[in-house]
């Protein structure tokens, strides 16, 4: 079962826009994860932000978390080409809490 | 060496054939996991080892059979598999286990066909 709902889908942007990817999640959690997948290929680790944490940066990257409405955001400043991928938001929690369950995932083209 | 490796990268098998997927890592890391994914759709756990010793198992058909040789090492066994196994198989690998808590370190994968 997925813990993770992630909106949109699909994104397309030109490169140097902002994209903004959004999850929202089901039951408790201690931190939050995001990764990004290059087609076909392994996840890489991003950001955690933890339950008490509201907003995180890490370069281009800003994750926000709001435990209140069980939902956080990632933002990509100043997107690249090479910025296309999937990104998926993942977190433990509830009956799952032992195990990482992924989001539906955002697919991103960043168009050159 | 923050490297998880996995060999091989496509696999094309039949389904009466018996072949292994393997996955290492140098990172000192007590917890390995598999994962399978589909195409456009989210990696979904398959087996949890957590020093070497299988922890979770989230109901996985007996073809697919995982074994934890060493600490660095992580072998998933397959046999008489089905044509709807084909999918990217990924292995990972964290400091400790415990849910969200640590970050996955993910190998490149194996693309796995059955025919």
């Known amino acids: 079962s997925q813990q993770g709902e992630e909106d949109p889908q699909a994104l397309s942007i030109q490169e140097g826009e902002n994209a903004t990817m959004n999850c929202s999640y089901k039951t408790s959690i201690n931190n939050l994860q995001w990764y990004r997948q290059n087609s076909g290929r392994g996840l890489v680790h991003l950001i955690l932000i933890r339950s008490n944490e509201r907003e995180k940066h890490s370069g281009r990257l800003r994750v926000t978390l709001d435990t209140s409405k069980k939902s956080s955001s990632l933002l990509i400043t100043a997107s690249r080409a090479a910025d296309t991928a999937s990104y998926f938001c993942?977190?433990?929690?509830?009956?799952?809490?032992?195990?990482?369950?992924f989001g539906s995932g955002t697919r991103l083209l960043v168009r050159p | 060496d923050t490297e998880v490796t996995q060999t091989p990268k496509h696999l094309v098998m039949g389904m009466t054939n018996k072949k292994s997927l393997k996955c290492e890592q140098h990172m000192g890391h007590r917890a390995m996991y598999w994962y399978k994914q589909k195409a456009k759709k989210p990696p979904e756990l398959m087996f949890v080892?957590?020093?070497?010793?299988?922890?979770i198992n989230e109901s996985v058909p007996s073809r697919f059979s995982p074994e934890c040789p060493n600490s660095s090492l992580l072998n998933l066994h397959l046999h008489a598999l089905q044509p709807e196994d084909s999918a990217l198989y990924l292995c990972a690998s964290s400091q400790d286990w415990a849910g969200d808590s640590y970050e996955q370190y993910f190998g490149p994968g194996t693309r796995l066909t059955v025919t």
């Open positions: 993942a977190t433990g929690g509830g009956d799952s809490s032992y195990k990482l369950i």
């Open positions: 080892y957590s020093y070497e010793k299988l922890s």
